[in-house]
């Protein structure tokens, strides 16, 4: 298992490089992202959450129920359609908000072998991916909330840079 960045920090902020090889320490990279997903219960995991700049990503299919890695993933397509969701995050815990994202998209990127994969996703699984990649180029779901929510938030976002919040 890995430390979790939290809100305020840094890393959360900068943008991840891609993996030039899938190594040893990639591979467990990527499986201690899994076992630390699984250990606060998220559904998806970036590289900057656990303090590695590289672009990997874990998410957990929200029906199939099985965890996937993926190696410098992109968003290949996505879908004019748009859905709004309600999205919270690991690093910033307690927050929750209402977010427009793509109802379809298409992610291209490798799985662990090095073999490139193609899914096709959407609904709650392409949120998912959408929230994962955002955070690899620094982005977090808040800055997609409406400005009014926030505003609302921003007491309790400020506490959370202060640490004043337990990760749990
Ligand atoms: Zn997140």
């Known amino acids: 298992m890995r430390k979790l960045e939290i809100y305020g920090s840094p890393v959360l902020r900068e943008r991840a490089k ?5 190594n040893g320490s990639v591979v ?8 630390t997903m699984h250990a ?5 995991l970036a590289g900057n959450q656990v303090g590695v700049l590289l672009r990997i990503i874990t998410v957990l299919h929200p029906e199939k129920k099985e965890d996937l890695v993926v190696i410098n993933p992109e968003i290949a397509f996505a879908g004019e359609e748009k859905e ?3 999205e919270g995050c690991l690093s910033i815990p307690e927050i929750y908000g209402k977010v427009e994202r793509a109802r379809q998209i298409l992610v291209r990127g490798m799985d ?9 996703a959407e609904g709650l699984f392409a949120r998912i991916l959408q929230h994962e990649i955002d955070h690899l180029d620094g982005v ?3 800055d997609r909330l409406h400005p009014a929510k926030r505003l609302l938030l921003s007491g309790k976002l400020k506490k959370l840079v202060r640490g ?3 990760q749990t």
């Not at 467990?28 to 076992?35: H, I, K, S």
């Open 84 to 86: 709004i969701g309600e």
């Open 28 to 35: 467990a990279l990527a499986q201690d992202m899994r076992e």
């Open 164 to 166: 004043g919040v337990a």
């Open 140 to 142: 977090l779901f808040v």
């Open 18 to 22: 891609p993996v030039a090889e899938i």
């Open 40 to 44: 606060f219960s998220g559904v998806g």
């Open 112 to 120: 662990l072998k090095g073999r490139e994969v193609e899914i096709l």
